[in-house]
T-cell receptor
Framework: AQRVTQPEKLLSVFKGAPVELKCNYSYSGSPELFWYVQYSRQRLQLLLRHISRESIKGFTADLNKGETSFHLKKPFAQEEDSAMYYCALPHGWGSQGNLIFGKGTKLSVKP | DVKVTQSSRYLVKRTGEKVFLECVQDMDHENMFWYRQDPGLGLRLIYFSYDVKMKEKGDIPEGYSVSREKKERFSLILESASTNQTSMYLC????????????FGSGTRLTVV
């Protein structure tokens, strides 16, 4: 069964430090993976998707099929990065398709 | 430019009441979703709809029903509210099947007393 695991509930780093939010998945086939972010008092929004291979707000994520991971990374954390981050994976097919989300990691960037 | 609108930001209801949560999107999206968001549990899918009058159960449909009479509107119904349904409810929409760039509403914080 498809599954997304985010092992850390809370990650606390200092401003300027590197940050890595972990995501592991269980999926048969070639997955399409996503990171969503929710800043305080804002809507949940798409941060990035692996197929676009783009960098958003300095974040990148690489799909590692061997380790079944899709970790989110940023070399130098900023205070405005403090938010709740969710990794997500498609579940089902065609019209039945929907996203399943991990339990989330709360990132706190301290000054 | 609000695109997914949830009618209420906060709601307080009594145990046993029938509760309606409304969601409207103005992007002509085919798919709409209802999730509940709880600390430590992440987002869990309650129901979704891929077309008018069509609905599919998600992972936690018990105690809920939905209605989609028009493409732009997707309602979540708590038939008889219970305290364990106290939660943040998020509505989302996507362009069509296979599109996973969801647009979320701002959420409805429901408290059942």
């Amino acid at each position: 069964a498809q599954r997304v695991t985010q092992p850390e509930k809370l990650l606390s780093v200092f401003k300027g430090a590197p940050v890595e939010l972990k995501c592991n998945y269980s999926y048969s086939g070639s997955p399409e993976l996503f990171w969503y972010v929710q800043y305080s008092r804002q809507r949940l929004q798409l941060l990035l998707r692996h197929i676009s291979r783009e960098s958003i707000k300095g974040f990148t994520a690489d799909l590692n099929k061997g380790e079944t991971s899709f970790h989110l990374k940023k070399p130098f954390a900023q205070e405005e990065d403090s938010a709740m981050y969710y990794c997500a994976l498609p579940h089902g097919w065609g019209s039945q398709g929907n996203l399943i989300f991990g339990k989330g990691t709360k990132l706190s960037v301290k000054p | 430019d609000v695109k997914v609108t949830q009618s209420s930001r906060y709601l307080v209801k009594r145990t046993g009441e029938k509760v309606f949560l409304e969601c409207v999107q103005d992007m002509d999206h085919e798919n709409m979703f209802w999730y509940r968001q709880d600390p430590g549990l992440g987002l869990r899918l309650i129901y979704f709809s891929y077309d008018v009058k069509m609905k599919e159960k998600g992972d936690i449909p018990e105690g809920y029903s939905v209605s989609r009479e028009k493409k732009e509107r997707f309602s979540l119904i708590l038939e008889s509210a219970s305290t364990n349904q106290t939660s943040m409810y998020l509505c989302a929409s996507s362009l069509r099947a296979g599109h996973y760039g969801y647009t979320f509403g701002s959420g409805t914080r429901l408290t059942v007393v």
